[in-house]
Every structure is written in structure tokens, then in C-alpha cells.
């Protein structure tokens, strides 16, 4: 017997059978691309297309057609490169960590957020690989025998720990994803009608019948794969940290690193899903699977990670100031007063301030604000990614190399067109798979609206839904 | 060409679905399989399903993994090209684990995942693999494999009285 609280309101609102689940999350697979979808898809484009045009500049002419110098030797591309990483942070969290927690909420959004998760690995992907200047060299990063030429990898090196960390936390994630797709392909095959339709979905959906045995399979494989995938992701940007952290360059070389950069890591991730998700709930009425519970469950998230990072924020400044050494010191009254100040209040006043909006319940509750507050979390630790690189090197430990840093219509170029590149595939993602976990959802249906679940049949057909009008938000 | 028929038994409710099975294992019937649209809470114990030993493969794998990335790292560190790099030994060990922990990782998953994949006989294939294609959307499936000298309406009765919607019979040629 479950215990339904009355207090709690339920996951899934509107009085959804098993069929409603599999007709409003099939709907926009089956269907023909609606005009919005289309146009979303040609803006999605363009962009695309300015990221190929600046990956040619990039490559034909070379890393001079960005705006990094010898003092700045990272720079847009570096803080592109972490901001995506983190971005795809929130995706495992979603499906791994909440799956351990036994967080039932996540099984509407968890697919969503897993290929966001994909697509903003892949975005990240592409600016260490362009930074090589050679990318066709890309394989010398792995540990392959010296026939090249050149030496073992460094294993002592982060920068080679982040290329195992990010391969393997790529790889995870698309395996869990996928795994959780093949159910719901295999729902998706059994009802198409069309012979090509039919097959595309049969070869995906791995000859899924959704035996009691493969289930029981599939439900430990998930469980494990959440338990390695949890600690996994926490390494991630651990590691991405120590890309700096293991440094000596004054504003780089702090211990707080590795947890604060997870912290920010699942902040902008939720940021990302939150603007993700309020456009997808929209756009293909999933208002009842994607409620205002949910918005407001990431939104605490939001509050909590982003109060995180404010406290690391000052502890930073704390510590430059407690430690006495005076390069330190310099490094932290420079971010915020030198010339890159508006870089620093921009990020302060982003995920310092806004996030704290959020202990209104309001405007947790309002989507609109959600949205605005989830666009400015995403400004912000950007900026932070900009702050923390740019202004560190900037002022290097000669003055006669001090220099400023001014991205070039190229860096910004590739920029945008990640994104461009990041919508096309979730866009695609969005039209031809389930965008919501149809299996999960049903199986967290039953106590989720109320209707009580015993093993004793002549009880259980229906039990009282106490709180179960609701509005449609 | 052999071609094996099947009874099915579509029910409309997992509780009545559990009792169901319960009930049939009960009168000495064995169970083909059961198809459900997602997972169902509790049917391992009346199902009889052994659990998975998935986690030990996992463990293993990852352990292969550990393994692999300790010996690449020493060997080629180590002992191949050796060179001091920031002053550290050649077998500068606590500098290791980051490869190590991910490779463990990806051994586990993927070695967990594939065999997950062989045992349940999970591959891309271009035909549709259900007996009934209601059990990937709303309905469970209990389907009851016939023998030579089954009694078919015994079967029908006993799945009906215990709150099967329909009975029907499906042949599958293999």
C-alpha cells in the first residue's frame, strides 16, 4: 500500500491513462513537422552555417583568425568549451543522481535533459578539437604507440585526464540514454503505419518486447548505469577544473576549484534544461507531464546550486585576501575593479542575484520569469567561464606582457554556431524521438495521481484520488 | 520452419495482472512470458524471475578496466619511455587515478551493457517482435505457450475468471 499524500501534488496532472502517455508523446513523432517546428529549424540552420563558415576560416587560415594572443592563450574557445561542458552537467543529474535519490519527478523531463546533455558534449567537443590548429591530429591525444614520433601522452597532465574524462562521460551518457529509448521506440514501432516509419523504428527499438525478464534486466542495467554514472559526472568537471586548478597562475591555482566548478556545472545545466524544457512543454503540449512541479523542483535546484557558487565567489575573495600573497590579491581586486569589471558584475549580478528571485513562490511558479531568470543564469556563468580565464591571464606575471583580450567575428562566429549546432540536433532530436519517457511515466502513473497500489486486486482497481483537480497551467 | 502458438491473455490492470499470474502458477500452468509497457513492481516474485547477476558482469568488467588502466599508465610511463615530468616519480601514482576511475567506468558500463544486450537477445533487427502490440502501449500480456494436447478452453476460463479482458491465440513462425 502507497501512501498518498494529500499535500503532494501529484507528477502527472489532467487524469492520463497509460494511452493518453502514449498518444500525447507519439503525437508529434507521427505527425507532419509543424510550421513552427520548421522555422525553428531554419533558424537552427543559419546558424549551423555560420559555425561551418568560421570552422573553415579556423581551419584553412588557422588559429589567427581568432582574437587569443600569446598572454591570452585561452580564451573564447576555453570558456565556450567549459560552459558546455557544465551545461551537460544537469542532463546526468536529472537521470543518474535523481534515479539513486528515488526522485520520481525526473521521469518526465530526464530524456530531454540526457540529450541535452549529448548535444552540449558535443558542442564542447569541437572547441579543444579546434584549438589543436591541426584537428586532423585530433587521435595524438590518445595513448597510441610512438611510432609517430612523439613521446607517451602525459598521464600527469589534466589536460589528458579530460580527454578520458569527457570521452567516457559522452560515451555513458549515450548509452543510458539510449537504453532508455529502446522501450519507448519499440511503442513508437507497434503503432506506426508506415512500412518506412515501421522499419527506421524496429531498428532502433532492438527487437523490444518488454518480456517481464528483459524489464527486470533493464531496470538493474539502469541502476547500475546510474551509480557509475554519478560519480562520473562529478569527475567530469572536477577534472575540467583542475585544467586550471593545477596551475600556478594567480586566480587559477585554489583548491575550491573542483567543487565549485560542479556546483556552477549543474546550475547552468538547470538553467538550460529549464529554458529547454518551458519552450518544449509549450511547443508540443506536454503541460501535464512537464507541470509546474517540476519547474519548480528545478528551480530550488537552481536556488541551491547557485547560492553554492555565490559562497565560493566570496570564499574566493576571502582566501585571496586571508592568504597574503599579494599576486593573489592583485589577481581578485583586478577582476573586479580592473578592466574587465563589467565581466565580473555581469557574473555576480547573473548568478548571485537572480537565483535568489527564486525563494519568491511566485516567481519559482511563473514561467516566464523561470525563463528570463534561466536565460541570465546561462549569461552569467558564461561570464564566469570568461572571468575566470581571461582576466586571470590577462595581466601576465611580466607587465611588459600585459595585454587585453577582444574576441574577433570568428570566435564569435564559432560561438553562435554551436548553439546553432546544439538546436539542430535537439530540434531533430525533438521531432523524431520521444521527448518524454513513456515507459517511466506510466510506471510512476499509478502513484503519482493517487490511485492506490496493492498486490490485492479486489482493492486496487480504484483507490480515492484526494487532491486530484487540477488547473491547467 | 517450426512455428510454436501461443495463448494470450490481455489484462487491463497490473494488479489484476499479478494475481492473474499468481493464480495460473498456482493450477500448474507455466508461463511463457509477460509483456507490460514498462516495468512492473513485484512481478520478479510471482514470475519466479532469479535476480539479475548484471551488477557482478558490471563489476567485473570495471575491474578488467582498473586493471588495464594501471598496467597502460605504469608500462608506458613507467617503464617504456620513462621521463620525470614536474618532478614527480615515474610511477607517479596518485596522478594516475583520474584515467583510471574513468576507464574503470566505461569498462563497467559498456561491458555491463553489451552483455545486457547479447542475454536478451537485444539487436537491431526490421521486424516487429511482440505478439500483441497493445503490450508497448496500454496493456499487459500473458502469453501461455501451447502444447500438443493443451486444453484451450480450460486455459481461456482460467484466464478469464481472473480478469483477462480477451483471450486470444497467436501462431509465430521462427
Known amino acids: 500500500m502507497q501512501h498518498v499524500s494529500p499535500i503532494r501534488e501529484p507528477l502527472v496532472t489532467g487524469g492520463k491513462t497509460y494511452a493518453d502517455i502514449t498518444e500525447d508523446v507519439c503525437r508529434q513523432v507521427e505527425a507532419k513537422p509543424n510550421m513552427r517546428w520548421m522555422v525553428a529549424l531554419g533558424v537552427a540552420l543559419v546558424f549551423l552555417g555560420i559555425f561551418i563558415y568560421s570552422v573553415y576560416r579556423t581551419l584553412w587560415f588557422g588559429i589567427g583568425e581568432w582574437g587569443l594572443n600569446k598572454t591570452v592563450g585561452w580564451a573564447w574557445d576555453i570558456t565556450n568549451f567549459v560552459w558546455w561542458v557544465g551545461i551537460g552537467h544537469a542532463g546526468t543529474l536529472i537521470s543518474a543522481i535523481l534515479l539513486l535519490f528515488r526522485q520520481k519527478w525526473r521521469t518526465s523531463i530526464n530524456r530531454a535533459a540526457e540529450a541535452m546533455t549529448i548535444f552540449a558534449v558535443i558542442c564542447a567537443a569541437m572547441f579543444p578539437v579546434l584549438h589543436m590548429g591541426r584537428p586532423w591530429l585530433a587521435y595524438w591525444v590518445l595513448p597510441l604507440p610512438n611510432t609517430f614520433g612523439s613521446l607517451w601522452v602525459n598521464f600527469n597532465s589534466p589536460l589528458l585526464w579530460d580527454v578520458f574524462a569527457i570521452s567516457t562521460y559522452f560515451s555513458v551518457s549515450l548509452v543510458f540514454w539510449y537504453i532508455g529509448l529502446i522501450p519507448d521506440f519499440a511503442t513508437i514501432r507497434d503503432r506506426a503505419t508506415g512500412p518506412i516509419a515501421r522499419r527506421a523504428y524496429a531498428l532502433l527499438s532492438f527487437n523490444w518486447t518488454g518480456s517481464a525478464k528483459h524489464w527486470s534486466r533493464y531496470e538493474t542495467v539502469s541502476l547500475i548505469l546510474a551509480g557509475l554514472a554519478t560519480p562520473l559526472v562529478l569527475?567530469?568537471?572536477?577534472?575540467?577544473?583542475?585544467?586550471?586548478?593545477?596551475?600556478?597562475?594567480?586566480?587559477?591555482?585554489?583548491?575550491?576549484?573542483?567543487?565549485?566548478?560542479?556546483?556552477?556545472?549543474?546550475?547552468?545545466?538547470?538553467?538550460?534544461?529549464?529554458?529547454?524544457?518551458?519552450?518544449?512543454?509549450?511547443?508540443?503540449?506536454?503541460?501535464?507531464?512537464?507541470?509546474?512541479?517540476?519547474?519548480?523542483?528545478?528551480?530550488?535546484?537552481?536556488?541551491?546550486?547557485?547560492?553554492?557558487?555565490?559562497?565560493?565567489?566570496?570564499?574566493?575573495?576571502?582566501?585571496?585576501?586571508?592568504?597574503?600573497?599579494?599576486?593573489?590579491?592583485?589577481?581578485?581586486?583586478?577582476?573586479?575593479?580592473?578592466?574587465?569589471?563589467?565581466?565580473?558584475?555581469?557574473?555576480?549580478?547573473?548568478?548571485?542575484?537572480?537565483?535568489?528571485?527564486?525563494?519568491?513562490?511566485?516567481?519559482?511558479?511563473?514561467?516566464?520569469?523561470?525563463?528570463?531568470?534561466?536565460i541570465f543564469v546561462n549569461i552569467g556563468m558564461w561570464f564566469e567561464r570568461f572571468v575566470i580565464i581571461v582576466t586571470s591571464l590577462h595581466r601576465d606575471f611580466l607587465p611588459s606582457s600585459w595585454v587585453m583580450f577582444s574576441p574577433?567575428?570568428?570566435?564569435?562566429?564559432?560561438?553562435?554556431?554551436?548553439?546553432?549546432?546544439?538546436?539542430?540536433?535537439?530540434?531533430?532530436?525533438?521531432?523524431?524521438?520521444?521527448?518524454v519517457n513513456m515507459a517511466e511515466v506510466k510506471s510512476i502513473l499509478k502513484s503519482s495521481t493517487g490511485v492506490s497500489h496493492t498486490h490485492n486486486p479486489g482493492a486496487s482497481l480504484h483507490g480515492t484520488a484526494p487532491n486530484n483537480s487540477h488547473k491547467h497551467d | 520452419m517450426t512455428s510454436k502458438?501461443?495463448?494470450?491473455?490481455?489484462?487491463?490492470?497490473?494488479?489484476?495482472?499479478?494475481?492473474?499470474?499468481?493464480?495460473?502458477?498456482?493450477?500448474?500452468?507455466?508461463?511463457?512470458?509477460?509483456?507490460?509497457?514498462?516495468?512492473?513492481?513485484?512481478?520478479?516474485?510471482?514470475?519466479?524471475?532469479?535476480?539479475?547477476?548484471?551488477?557482478?558482469?558490471?563489476?567485473?568488467?570495471?575491474?578488467?578496466?582498473?586493471?588495464?588502466?594501471?598496467?597502460?599508465?605504469?608500462?608506458?610511463?613507467?617503464?617504456?619511455?620513462?621521463?620525470?615530468?614536474?618532478?614527480?616519480?615515474?610511477?607517479?601514482?596518485?596522478?594516475?587515478?583520474?584515467?583510471?576511475?574513468?576507464?574503470?567506468?566505461?569498462?563497467?558500463?559498456?561491458?555491463?551493457?553489451?552483455?545486457?544486450?547479447?542475454?536478451?537477445?537485444?539487436?537491431?533487427?526490421?521486424?516487429?517482435p511482440v505478439l500483441d502490440v497493445r503490450s508497448t502501449d496500454d496493456k499487459y500480456v500473458m502469453a501461455i505457450e501451447l502444447k500438443e494436447g493443451t486444453d484451450i478452453n480450460k486455459l481461456n476460463d482460467l484466464l478469464r475468471s481472473h480478469g483477462a479482458i480477451e483471450v486470444n491465440e497467436k501462431e509465430v513462425v521462427k
Not at chain 1, 251 to 263: E, R
Not at chain 1, 411 to 434: E, H, M, Q, S, W
Not at chain 2, 70 to 90: E, N, R
Request: net charge neutral; charged share 10%.
Open chain 1, 408 to 435: 574577433t567575428s570568428i570566435d564569435v562566429g564559432i560561438y553562435v554556431g554551436t548553439i546553432g549546432l546544439f538546436f539542430t540536433l535537439f530540434l531533430l532530436f525533438a521531432k523524431f524521438f520521444p521527448v
Open chain 1, 235 to 374: 569527475s567530469v568537471h572536477t577534472i575540467v577544473s583542475m585544467d586550471f586548478a593545477t596551475s600556478v597562475i594567480p586566480g587559477w591555482h585554489t583548491t575550491i576549484f573542483p567543487p565549485y566548478f560542479v556546483a556552477g556545472a549543474i546550475f547552468s545545466g538547470f538553467a538550460m534544461v529549464l529554458t529547454l524544457m518551458i519552450i518544449t512543454r509549450k511547443t508540443f503540449k506536454l503541460e501535464d507531464y512537464i507541470t509546474l512541479e517540476h519547474v519548480e523542483s528545478m528551480n530550488k535546484v537552481i536556488t541551491l546550486t547557485g547560492s553554492i557558487v555565490g559562497v565560493a565567489y566570496i570564499t574566493e575573495f576571502f582566501i585571496a585576501w586571508y592568504s597574503g600573497v599579494e599576486y593573489e590579491q592583485y589577481a581578485f581586486i583586478n577582476r573586479a575593479t580592473g578592466p574587465y569589471w563589467w565581466a565580473y558584475w555581469s557574473m555576480m549580478t547573473c548568478n548571485v542575484i537572480t537565483p535568489q528571485l527564486f525563494w519568491f513562490r511566485s516567481i519559482r511558479r511563473s514561467l516566464t520569469a523561470t525563463f528570463i531568470i534561466s
Open chain 2, 5 to 128: 502458438k501461443y495463448i494470450l491473455g490481455v489484462f487491463n490492470d497490473e494488479d489484476v495482472l499479478l494475481n492473474a499470474i499468481e493464480q495460473t502458477r498456482a493450477a500448474g500452468t507455466k508461463i511463457y512470458d509477460v509483456f507490460s509497457p514498462y516495468p512492473i513492481h513485484g512481478i520478479d516474485d510471482v514470475l519466479g524471475i532469479q535476480r539479475s547477476r548484471l551488477p557482478i558482469v558490471a563489476f567485473f568488467c570495471g575491474l578488467c578496466g582498473t586493471s588495464f588502466a594501471l598496467w597502460m599508465q605504469i608500462y608506458m610511463l613507467g617503464f617504456d619511455w620513462p621521463m620525470i615530468i614536474g618532478g614527480k616519480p615515474h610511477i607517479a601514482l596518485p596522478s594516475f587515478i583520474p584515467v583510471t576511475f574513468e576507464l574503470t567506468v566505461l569498462c563497467a558500463a559498456f561491458g555491463m551493457v553489451i552483455t545486457f544486450f547479447i542475454i536478451s537477445g537485444l539487436r537491431p533487427t526490421l521486424k516487429v
